[in-house]
């Protein structure tokens, strides 16, 4: 995502947009196929492996040479016909000749199966689904949920027209994780052909919380459609739906909620609360988004639904809007909202909201990823974050890690090693001392898999120039995205 000046003057009064668009995804196909009985089974192999360093070409009963090569994640192979009785599906690395995990299941006449490689409670694995091959009535669609994501628990799914309330009942209760190896017969749903809406709710919780919404999703008339629960990152949502259709197309149906969390990094600015209106509400004591976020912190990540809001933020424990915006977030998508600048400033300096997309997908295996955000009114300067070395008399710079970032930018992600790493700022394309925030710098202990966001927050010179009404110091702030 990316924010978009308008060039109406009633949007540039709102200030920055942010692009909305919500679709219907289109689900079609025949994952059945129509086998009838007493013909031979068809068996097609999905890649499930979330986060997989590699791609598997695949085997099946042990052929000479694989049906399908080089099979990235969320790509499936085409209906291959195998003999009744026992048979295998092996996922081999692209290149070798050794399978990673080998399914094995007694394949019925008449039956079709698809075996989902998956990232098992301890170590690679299969899960078999076997399908009810009958042809679709017409006028209806048939679904069919697999649960192939073992760290997310038991789901209750209700698929709905898109703006119907959440109903009492689920379409399907308590969907578990398979199992390691399972070998699995699922009863399908079947439904009348249109628009629907797929919303799933954690198995035993008496709030009924939605943790997963796919928004608008139309059913074509004869679809019959394999949704199978694989694990996901960088989404409200900790799975996503993978829809196979026959002929080996596969469609993703992600979690549409957005993520969004406010911060308040307005240097002169004392605690705050945060307020998302919609249809024109105004701001209410029982309906804030967040309460008493401090300076120099931020809240947690919580989810939305995509559309227009106005973001208000207050002084704590008073609705009188402080500093205010429209804004109007897309499906699927991660923002954090920052109070920024301080209060009777001319702009730029102004008190202010800043709107920054957020990327919460997982960095490469091993590695850790971070940004900077820009957020201290008195750096005149653009400035580098770099890697210091301070065991000597004194700093030395050992790398550029992040470069020419100006007040109120914020920066791509960048991939760095786990482990120790101290960091500070200096003016663009300069060795200059001292170095900011000091000439110690600031040491960071990244993980693997982890995502930061590194906001320069107070003044340089506080009480001063700029900074006349504000007292917070210049300091790196960490957050966990």
Same mark, same amino acid.
């Given at each position: 995502m ?17 692009s ?34 590699t ?5 099946v009963d ?6 399908a090569?080089?099979l990235?994640?969320g ?7 195998v003999?009744t ?6 996922f081999?690395?692209?290149?070798t ?7 094995n ?10 075996v ?7 170590a ?8 009810n ?6 006028? %209806?669609? @048939? ?5 192939? =994501? &073992?760290g $997310? #628990?038991?789901? +209750?799914? /209700? ?6 309330a ?34 799933a ?27 199978a629960?694989v694990?996901v ?9 993978l829809s ?5 197309t ?6 549409? %909620?957005? @993520?969004?969390?406010?911060g308040?990094f =307005? &240097?002169? $600015? #004392?605690?705050? +609360?945060a /307020?998302?209106d ?7 004591a ?5 309460t008493?976020?401090a300076?120099g912190t931020?809240s ?17 424990g ?10 109007a977030f897309?499906?699927g998508t991660t ?18 909201l ?12 091993g ?5 900077l955000?820009?957020?201290?009114p008195d ?33 791509t992600?960048?991939d ?7 960091v500070?700022?200096?003016p ?14 600031v ?5 693997a898999?982890?995502i930061?966001?590194?906001v ?24 966990a995205?």
């Amino acid at each position: 995502m990316y924010l978009q000046a308008s060039t109406t003057p009633a949007a540039r009064a709102a200030g920055w947009l942010l692009s909305f668009a919500a679709g219907l995804l289109a689900l079609g196909g025949c994952t059945g196929g129509g086998n009838a009985s007493g013909t031979a089974p068809l068996v097609r192999a999905v890649n499930a492996v979330y986060g997989a360093p590699t791609s598997y070409d695949i085997v099946v009963d042990a052929a000479t040479t694989p049906t399908a090569s080089k099979l990235a994640y969320g790509q499936a192979s085409a209906f291959a016909a195998v003999a009744t009785g026992s048979a295998s599906v092996a996922f081999e690395p692209s290149g070798t000749t050794t399978a990673a995990v080998t399914a094995n299941f007694s394949a019925a006449a008449g039956t079709n199966y698809s075996v989902l490689a998956v990232q098992g409670s301890t170590a690679l694995t299969t899960v078999t689904v076997a399908h009810n091959a009958a042809v679709v009535a017409a006028g %209806r669609s @048939q679904l069919t949920f697999v649960h192939a =994501a &073992p760290g $997310t #628990g038991a789901l +209750d799914l /209700y698929v709905t027209t898109p703006t119907a309330a959440l109903p009492t009942a689920a379409t399907q209760t308590a969907l578990a994780y398979a199992g390691d190896g399972a070998s699995i017969g699922p009863l399908p749903q079947v439904v009348t052909a249109g628009d629907y809406r797929i919303r799933a709710v954690a198995s035993g919780d008496t709030t009924r919380t939605v943790v997963f919404d796919s928004g608008p999703v139309t059913l074509m008339a004869g679809a019959d459609a394999l949704l199978a629960v694989v694990p996901v990152s960088g989404s409200a949502a900790t799975f996503t739906l993978l829809s196979l259709a026959a002929d080996g197309t596969v469609l993703t149906i992600g979690d549409q %909620r957005v @993520q969004v969390r406010v911060g308040n990094f =307005a &240097p002169a $600015t #004392g605690g705050i +609360d945060a /307020y998302f209106d919609q249809n024109g509400a105004g701001n209410g004591a029982t309906a804030p988004f967040a309460t008493s976020v401090a300076q120099g912190t931020a809240s947690a990540y919580q989810a939305l639904l995509p559309q227009a809001y106005h973001v208000s933020f207050t002084s704590s424990g008073i609705t009188n809007e402080l500093v205010g915006k429209d804004l109007a977030f897309a499906a699927g998508t991660t923002f954090s909202v920052f109070s920024v600048g301080i209060n009777g400033l001319a702009p730029p300096d102004n008190l202010q909201l800043l709107a920054v997309a957020d990327d919460l997908r997982a960095p490469p295996s091993g590695m850790a990823k971070l940004r900077l955000i820009q957020l201290s009114p008195d750096i005149a300067t653009s400035v580098d974050l770099v890697s210091i070395d301070t065991s000597g008399t004194t700093p030395v710079i050992l790398s550029r890690l992040i470069v020419n970032l100006a007040y109120t930018g914020a920066s791509t992600y960048v991939d760095v090693m786990p482990g120790s790493l101290t960091v500070a700022l200096v003016p663009t394309g300069t060795s200059s001392l001292p170095l900011l925030p000091s000439n110690a710098g600031v040491v960071l202990s990244p993980v693997a898999g982890g995502i930061a966001t590194l906001v320069v927050n107070g003044c340089r010179h506080p009480l001063s120039a700029t900074c006349a009404t504000a007292s917070t110091p210049l300091q790196l702030v960490t957050l966990a995205d």
